[in-house]
């Protein structure tokens, strides 16, 4: 099992800067393939970013890309999603989720979710 607990979301206005963490537990190390998603009211999850750390490759959505960094911190095994240049289209429940299979860009190819933690940008 692995557990996965995120935090670091909140309420601030177009332009600021958040940084999300995602603290992972369990069967899990450095080498698994972890992503980020969303999901606002009354639309689909959907993909954020996601690394393969192994590899060295990140990858991000077209909405995101150049704004929000996503990195890992080893010593406190965490995954981090740097929210930059924020906008109101960005507010969502953010989920941190560990993949066993690909591609990294659909939902279905994780098999451990967080419980989210809301983000709201306010313009």
């Known amino acids: 099992q692995v557990q996965l607990v995120e935090s670091g979301g909140g309420l601030v206005q177009a332009g600021d800067s958040l940084r999300l963490s995602c603290a992972a537990s369990?069967?899990?190390?450095?080498?698994?393939?972890m992503g980020w998603f969303r999901q606002a009211p009354g639309r689909e999850r959907e993909f954020v970013a996601a690394a393969r750390w192994t590899f060295g490759i990140t990858y991000y959505a077209d909405s995101v890309q150049g704004r929000f960094i996503m990195s890992r911190d080893n010593a406190k095994n965490t995954v981090n999603l740097q929210m930059n240049s924020l906008e109101p289209e960005d507010t969502a429940v953010y989920y941190c989720a560990a993949a066993s299979r690909l591609p990294l860009t659909t939902s279905t190819s994780y098999d451990y979710w967080g419980q989210g933690t809301q983000v709201t940008v306010s313009s």
């Open positions: 369990g069967r899990t190390s450095s080498s698994t393939d």
